[in-house]
């Protein structure tokens, strides 16, 4: 479109009028128009002469806009035709999908109606994963609140071929279409991996699932988040002088006791089920599961129970338990106990005498006697502070290994272009060289991620606490951290560090 003025000054703003009664002028600029206005002499471009009817589709061709460029006067007064128009306009575009009914599309002057819409694809369902329920290694709570550290499902045995868990697969999603009638393709769902032994679970294709079942009979296990059956001894009676004394790479489960002088070593899991418990037996230890002695242990000063899990005990009478954490049903009686944490029967649950450490709690219903037995209850806690100052340690010996290997490599570049036709002496040095920079650069990714370990710790420190919610009595001696107390007078509570004082 061109403008030539006949008179120099006619109102920019003025020409805002114009251009409403005229929507299908588009200009370029106000730069050129206001040009235009000022100059009489010249014919300018100032823009353009627009359709009376568009249409945009957008990029991913799922909405397509109609543009009417009419005043509402000219719209209202030849609505029937020009929606025709725009219908026409419309199809020879090659909009077939989702139409609108464009009568009861709102016109406004400048703004675009929406003609059409695509119907978007639908993703499938992700897979589905179930596992077979492993029963929890809790104290069942009785009806009147107890707990029953005596009657626990804790070996879960599986015969060959059962099953222990499947997934449905990931469902196909449905196609949508755009605008334009084409198909858009629609994801398929989310798939789910199943975690399992290939060493001892089976997987197979059953009635369009995929369906997990043991290979050979066990003890079922569940390492990490993976699924498995480990080798599983069982003995119907003692561990004793027909047996001898046990070492399995796997679960074990004994149906009686273990007898004095006898052990069980195992890798996996140990159960020993007898009512009668264990009476001097010389160790009960896991490698890598948790202990379950039903009938308690009386250690006569030598039983070990040691587990890499935790340990579940009716009691323990002078003996030594180290695990991650040790619940307790009746007592610790002279025992020594090492543990993350420690849990005795808090309505009534006794610890007397011996040693009880643990890193993060100790909690128990009584603590010492009438007798004022020598009873030491100590936690740790994890010190922030101590841990900070092991990280910035950690952190000067990260930059002196990575200062060596910098000044290192500066000396082997030259040496490296010509490392082929290096001999003898020059030869060793620059093996020596290359063998130091790589011991450096392991180090480096070393105590990098020890550092990350340490700082991790940081975000899960807590204080170290006692909890006694009966009484604890004279001759107890709480401890946490480096701060102790022995106490004089009877008394309950919850016991930890509180501005840097023990609150006994």
């Not at 675009?112 to 290694?137: F, H, N």
């Not at 009668?276 to 890598?288: D, L």
């Not at 579940?312 to 007592?331: M, R, S, W």
Request: aromatic share 6%.
């Amino acid at each position: 479109m061109i403008l030539r003025s006949k008179k120099n000054g006619f109102p920019l703003k003025s020409f805002d009028g114009i251009t409403r009664e005229h929507p299908r002028l588009k200009l370029n600029s106000f730069s050129t128009l206001r040009t235009a206005l000022m100059d009489s002499e010249k014919e300018h471009i100032i823009g353009s002469w627009l359709p009376a009817i568009e249409v945009a589709i957008s990029p991913d061709k799922m909405t397509a806009l109609l543009y009417i460029n009419l005043s509402k006067k000219e719209f209202d007064e030849n609505k029937q035709p020009i929606l025709q128009q725009a219908e026409k306009v419309l199809t020879e575009t090659g909009i077939s999908h989702g139409k609108n009914d464009l009568k009861s599309e709102p016109f406004k002057p400048g703004e675009p109606m929406i003609a059409a819409v695509g119907t978007l694809p639908t993703k499938g369902k992700e897979a589905v994963v179930t596992y077979i329920d492993i029963p929890s290694r809790r104290p069942v709570i009785r009806e009147d609140g107890l707990a029953d550290y005596f009657e626990m499902n804790f070996v879960t045995t599986v015969k060959e071929g059962d099953w222990l868990g499947e997934k449905i697969p990931a469902q196909e999603g449905v196609d949508g279409i755009d605008v334009l009638g084409n198909t858009v393709s629609a994801k398929r769902g989310d798939d789910v991996m199943l975690s399992f032994d290939k060493k001892s679970v089976t997987e197979e294709q059953e009635k369009g699932k995929v369906v997990l079942r043991a290979s050979h009979s066990g003890a079922l296990e569940i390492i990490n988040g993976v699924i498995g059956v480990g080798k599983q001894l069982i003995v119907n009676g003692d561990v004793g002088p027909e047996t001898g004394s046990i070492t399995f790479d796997g679960a074990v489960t004994v149906y009686g006791t273990v007898l004095a002088d006898f052990s069980v070593n195992a890798t996996g899991t140990i159960s020993i089920e007898g009512n009668e418990g264990i009476t001097n037996a010389k160790e009960i230890r896991s490698t890598e599961g948790d202990i379950y002695i039903k009938g308690g242990v009386f250690g006569g000063e030598m039983t070990i129970v040691e587990a890499q899990g935790d340990i579940y005990i009716k009691h323990a009478n002078n003996c030594k338990l180290y695990g991650k954490e040790i619940h307790v049903g009746l007592y610790l009686l002279g025992a020594e106990v090492i543990a993350d944490s420690v849990f005795v029967d808090k309505s009534q649950g006794k610890i007397i005498g011996g040693e009880i450490d643990a890193l993060f709690k100790i909690e128990c219903a009584f603590a010492g006697n009438n007798h004022e037995r020598k009873t030491t209850l100590r936690t740790k806690g994890i010190d922030k502070d101590a841990i900070y100052m092991k990280v910035q340690e950690m952190a000067n010996s990260l930059k002196e290994h990575q200062a060596i290997v910098v000044k290192l490599e500066q000396h082997v570049l030259p040496l490296e272009r010509a490392a082929d036709d290096l001999k003898g002496q020059q030869a060793k040095v620059f093996e020596k060289l290359m063998d130091t920079i790589d011991y450096n650069r392991k180090r480096i990714l070393e105590i990098d991620g020890e550092i990350h370990l340490e700082l991790r710790k940081i975000k899960q420190a807590i204080p170290g606490q006692i909890e006694v919610t009966k009484e604890a009595y004279p001759g107890t001696i709480i401890q946490i951290g480096t701060k102790s107390s022995t106490l004089s007078v009877p008394t309950n509570g919850v016991f930890t560090i509180i501005d840097g004082v023990l609150n006994v």
